[in-house]
């Protein structure tokens, strides 16, 4: 099977999350998706099979099947352009139907993804504590302004506003007892943020339920934080934009589209580029 190799969220032709794309006449069964994500390494490979509507979808991480990856998807919105040409794809995910627009014009590649809906609510306390155990902050390392939160956009994740760049960038965790809090409390990854101003977020996105360490860009996660900055009514302004993987040295720029219903759909684009 050819798997393309590309990253996605890039800065330009640097950084970026890389993902495998597998362009399939008809999916493999799990297990051997689960064995070929595994041998790819990247933190999600996604599998697409022609459908009547478009192309149904499955996603997989070295260790487990994910409902929904961003970044996946934006290397799939481009693989499909530089394939068929520049347009907007329709996607059967395993839960939800979303889109991908893809743009391969003058050796540049750039897609935008439709989130499934999105919702929020604050995070259960042991949860919280649980959380701050585990990366060794506190309660006064948190900013007040967005409190602890589920936020969801096709996956579920745990929302944390640090009050300084320095606590994110000193960021740490054993990835064990990582994989164990993510997987019993349901989450797909933990997002650590901090807020330049009302618009640009840095954020820092373990995914040990993965089995991986840190993602360098989250589309979802991200998808899933712009539908909670909705709920909670910050002042984003329609937009918002996200630098993160800088800590890892594989910056990432993410930027969000934000409507003003409450649960529909958010759209997250970012730049791509095909990997050696």
């Known amino acids: 099977m050819n798997v393309l190799k590309i ?8 950084g970026g999350n890389p993902a495998g794309v597998a362009l399939c006449d008809a999916l493999p069964d799990a297990p051997t998706m689960q064995r ?30 994910v409902p929904f990856c961003g970044h996946a998807t934006i290397a799939l919105g481009a693989a499909l352009a530089l394939q068929a040409g520049d347009g907007v794809f329709q996607l059967q995910l395993n839960h939800a139907k979303i889109s991908v ?39 006064q390392d948190l900013d007040s302004r967005i409190n602890p939160a589920l936020a969801h956009g096709g996956a579920d994740h745990l929302v944390l506003l640090l009050k300084s760049r320095a606590a994110l960038a000193a960021m740490h965790y054993d990835l ?11 989450l797909v990854t933990i997002l650590l943020a901090f807020a330049e101003n009302d618009q640009l977020f840095h954020t820092r996105n373990p995914f040990a339920s993965g089995g991986v360490y840190e993602d360098p860009a989250t589309g979802a996660a ?32 993410l930027r969000a589209k934000i409507g003003p219903t409450l ?6 684009s970012g730049s791509a580029h095909l990997m050696g």
Do not use: C
């Open 7 to 14: 990253a996605a969220f890039s800065d330009g032709s640097q």
């Open 36 to 65: 070929i994500a595994k041998e790819v390494g990247f933190s999600e490979t996604v599998f697409a099979e022609p459908d009547p509507s478009g192309w149904r979808l499955r996603y997989f991480s070295p260790e487990s099947e």
């Open 101 to 139: 627009e893809g743009h391969a014009q003058g050796g540049e590649l750039t897609a935008a993804l439709q989130s499934p809906p999105t919702h929020s609510s604050a995070a259960p306390a042991e949860l919280v504590t649980a959380a701050l155990k585990l990366f060794a902050l506190d309660q």
């Open 222 to 253: 991200t998808a899933a934080f712009a539908g909670l900055l909705r709920d909670i009514n910050w002042p984003h302004g329609g937009v918002i934009n996200v630098i993160q993987g800088e800590d890892m040295g594989m910056r990432s720029l």
């Open 176 to 186: 064990d007892s990582g994989r164990q809090l993510m997987k019993d409390a349901g």
């Open 263 to 268: 649960g529909e759909s958010i759209r997250v």
